[in-house]
């Protein structure tokens, strides 16, 4: 069975920086595109970034030039690199590959 695990949130004050993981367990990465998504106090869930299978990235508008995803495909793990960040990066942050979702990690950000 497959499963995501994130890891990295935290506390963390505005302009400061953290690095989140999502470790796939049961199934090899390379297998999958994989992507973050993130879901504010009271929001709904959006999108934030992608990686492809080839490595290829895409960005939401309101994290590009902030934010760095990547992978590394030996150890099964996809990461989000979040510098510069912004009280409104507060969140859950979920990894997500086709048909799974992780249990999320929280991101708090404060002003």
């Known amino acids: 069975q497959v499963h995501l695990v994130e890891s990295g949130g935290g506390l963390v004050q505005a302009g400061g920086s953290l690095t989140l993981s999502c470790t796939v367990i049961?199934?090899?990465?390379?297998?999958?595109?994989m992507r973050w998504y993130r879901q504010p106090p009271g929001g709904l869930r959006d999108y934030v970034a992608s990686?492809?299978?080839?490595?290829?990235?895409l960005y939401a508008d309101s994290v590009k030039g902030r934010f760095t995803i990547s992978r590394d495909d030996s150890k099964n793990t996809m990461y989000l690199q979040m510098n510069s960040l912004k009280p409104e990066d507060t969140a859950v942050y979920y990894c997500?590959?086709?048909?799974?979702w992780g249990q999320g990690t929280r991101v708090t950000v404060s002003s």
């Open positions: 997500n590959i086709p048909a799974y």
């Open positions: 049961g199934s090899n990465s390379s297998s999958y595109a």
């Open positions: 990686i492809g299978r080839g490595g290829n990235r």
